[in-house]
């Protein structure tokens, strides 16, 4: 089937599925595949729950003319997402980054949609799949889709910016987040500023923090392009810290404006001021700015600040690479907070430079004084020194169950799959 035809097929039927267990009536079920699975064979069940067709690539499942039979189901999901796509002539703002990408997406969503009809990426799906189901879910009454892209990869974001057709864009940041796949740190400059190199190719325009200089190297050859920063910027701004709460100064037009977040550290100053840019160049108000800012809470394990029992909790535990890792403890170091306490987990994804990595961090944490240090994974199983080391985050919750701080601040960072929510759960409510 051509993909003008599913397109009108679409149109009826504007919800796509591609997870069973999430499918409602009248959904359009794309029946992917994996390492370990099939969506093909749950197709029939997927129409006897109410999907109105299901979309597949095994033409011996098909047994009526609610089966729609394609060479692809990936590529066709994708096809389908770039040709709706088209359909619409309003912004599309891409992010990408090592740090900082979901929580800039959800500032700048937040802003826009003081003014516009704005559709973004729903969590972090920002992936080959996430990318085109996020299309689909735009409707005609959209003015402004912001898109979160994420890569472990050369020539990821080179795709999905095919499949997107950004018109702007944004890298927050070039860290070492993913250093196994990328090969390097100059891999990650390469495959994050495929979404530079677009842009540059079809006339599209940047928004570049100028605080980072390499941006201004990789943005080269683009056009238009908007700055943001604390110097040298269209638009300027200065990071405060109020306890442990990042306040932003927004200089505008000669005026100061206070912005008040819940955002936990310094490292969020550059994700506010993204927002602040974007916003201020669609001609939002600085007053709208600041209070769609200062509503905005963090959740999901990002940058979350929580308070359980006695204790006082950063829970940073979604994500975790070199970069982010040491802005945490930097910043929880230089804090005011009393009673400091560290419960740190592995970094994945670091290939060779794993147990370098690694202890480049355990020296970070010597250089401060700490009430307790706690760490998790083999990532840090022979460089642990005089730490607490546990093998997973089971066997650290256990260890807290008996051992839990009382009146402390304690920081917990590391990797999604190091699951350290579990030691917060470990923790007493009272």
């Known amino acids: 089937m051509e993909i003008a035809e599913l397109y009108k097929i679409y149109l009826q039927h504007h919800s ?62 994708q096809k389908l997402a770039t040709y709706h796509r088209k ?50 879910k735009i409707k005609q009454d ?34 070492k987040a993913h250093i196994e796949g990328f090969g390097s740190l100059e891999g ?38 908007i700055t943001y920063g604390s110097s040298n910027a269209q638009y300027i701004g200065k990071p405060l810290l109020q306890d442990v709460f990042l306040k932003v100064a ?17 490292y969020n100053f550059p994700n506010v001021m993204a927002s602040i840019a974007v916003g201020l160049y669609f001609d939002i108000s600085i007053d709208d700015i600041r209070s769609a800012v200062s509503l905005y809470n963090p959740d999901n394990s ?52 794993e147990e370098k990595e690694h202890l480049e961090i355990i020296r970070l944490i010597e250089e401060y004084n700490w009430n307790d240090v706690l760490l998790v994974g083999k990532e840090f199983q022979k460089i642990k020194g005089r730490f607490n080391w546990f093998e997973n985050s089971n066997e650290a919750a256990s260890f807290i169950k008996g051992n839990s701080p009382q009146n402390s601040s304690i920081l917990i960072k590391g990797s999604r799959a190091s699951k350290m929510e579990l030691l917060l759960e470990a923790l007493p409510n009272n």
């Open 302 to 353: 990002r940058s979350q600040w929580l308070q359980k029992g006695t204790n006082r909790i950063i829970l940073d535990a979604y994500n975790a690479n070199p970069t982010s890792m040491s802005a945490a403890i930097i910043n929880f170091a230089s804090s005011n907070l009393s009673n400091k306490v560290l419960w740190i987990g592995g970094m994945k994804e670091m290939g060779a430079d």
């Open 250 to 266: 927004s200089i505008s037009a000669g005026a100061e404006t206070i912005i008040n977040t819940h955002l936990v550290g310094e």
């Open 142 to 175: 959209a003015e402004i889709a912001v898109i979160e892209m994420g890569a472990n990869h050369q020539k990821e974001i080179e795709g999905y910016c095919r499949i997107v057709l950004p018109t702007h864009g944004i890298i927050t940041n070039v860290g």
């Open 188 to 225: 990650i400059k390469k495959g994050k500023g495929e979404l530079y190199d677009f842009l540059r190719e079809h006339n599209g325009a940047v928004f570049r923090n100028s605080d980072l200089d390499y941006l201004e190297v990789m943005a080269t050859g683009i056009s238009s392009q």
């Open 16 to 77: 796509v599925q591609t997870d069973t267990r999430k499918l409602k009536a009248d959904d359009i079920y794309f029946a992917l595949k994996g390492p370990n699975f099939n969506g093909n064979t749950f197709a029939v069940q997927a129409l006897n729950a109410g999907a109105a067709y299901a979309v597949i690539d095994e033409r011996e499942y098909a047994v009526n003319d609610r089966f729609i039979v394609v060479d692809n189901v990936l590529e066709t999901l």
């Open 87 to 136: 359909q619409f002539s309003i912004p599309f703002i891409a992010i990408t980054g090592s740090n900082g990408k979901t929580t800039t997406k959800e500032l700048i969503t937040t802003v826009l949609n003081q003014k516009y009809k704005t559709y973004a990426t729903e969590g972090n799906l920002n992936n080959h799949i996430g990318v085109p189901l996020t299309l689909l």
